[in-house]
């Protein structure tokens, strides 16, 4: 029986906190993290039954099922204050006793922003991480097109890409983008900006460090903005959500030379 993408990134997480020391308060934190979203995202799915969706939909235009996610939110706050990390611990019981007209506005509020804004505070965090099992049913469960290799957001819902991938075509790989929020894959240009689509391969910077031979910073001069790309035609075990993760002093090195994450991942880094 194949493991589900939830339980690859949940042994991914485990497997790298274990290779990188300085990551692993953060990978034990989201390997917990994802143990939750796998939950979610089966009990979603169990309650959305066997229908689809028919079309494309744009994140902005879908109304939040209140019903579904306000008995489930107080009970993944519940948890994750038994493990998070200090600075999520506070907000998750504050928000579990603050009632459902609070989840409700901080549920809808990061359900609104989530395709143009990073989450600001860890109440926000909080809200985008229970949400985004939620999406990715969505997503999972719906019919799409086969995306626009043009397209710097997710075809899905709208929002920004989290981290690239390159994935074996051929000899050699073709790259594709995935989404923050809902985790949908699409294709996008090997040498081009996903922020700005700057094209001219003298304004974009590659930086790679030896003990990441698999993941690169990808940046831009142009607009200054950078996202990391993940190998797997390097490391077939990577897992590029994770992997992401783990690979802080890379985001060090960007930030020293001035420039700015296109979209923070699911802790905020």
């Known amino acids: ?51 689809a969706a028919d079309k494309v939909f744009s994140l902005c235009d879908e109304t939040l099922n209140f019903s579904l996610l306000a008995p489930k939110f107080p009970e993944f706050l519940a ?23 609070r989840w409700r506005e901080i549920l809808g509020s990061a359900w609104q922003t989530a395709p143009t ?17 939620y999406a990715e049913q969505l ?24 981290v690239g991938v390159l994935r074996p075509e051929g000899d050699g790989g073709k790259r594709f983008l995935v989404c923050s929020l809902c985790s949908t894959e699409w294709p996008f240009g090997r040498i081009q900006c996903p922020a700005c689509r700057e ?8 930086y790679t460090a030896s003990q990441f031979s698999h993941i690169r910073v990808e940046a831009c001069d142009t607009c200054r903005r950078y996202i990391k790309t993940v190998d797997l035609t390097k490391n077939g075990h990577a897992v590029p959500l994770v992997d992401e993760l783990a690979t802080i002093p890379l985001n060090l090195w960007a ?4 420039y700015i994450k296109l979209q923070a991942n699911l802790l905020g880094i």
């Open 255 to 258: 930030e020293e030379h001035e």
């Open 117 to 133: 804004l990073s989450p600001a505070s860890a109440d926000a965090l909080l809200a985008s991480i229970f949400l985004q099992p």
């Open 79 to 101: 948890q994750v204050g038994t493990f998070a990390l200090p600075s999520f611990v506070e907000a998750a019981w504050r928000l579990r006793s603050e009632g459902e007209g």
């Open 139 to 162: 997503a999972d469960g719906s019919e799409r097109g086969a995306g626009n290799e043009t397209t710097g957001i997710c075809p899905f819902c709208r929002a920004k890409p989290v």
């Open 199 to 206: 094209e001219d391969v003298e304004k974009l910077a590659v």
């Open 1 to 51: 029986m194949s493991r589900s993408k939830w339980d690859q990134r949940i042994q991914r997480a485990e497997k790298l906190a274990g290779e990188h020391p300085f990551a692993a308060e953060v990978l034990h934190f989201y390997k917990h993290i994802a143990v939750l979203q796998k939950s979610l995202y089966f009990h979603f799915q169990a309650c959305s039954g066997r229908h």
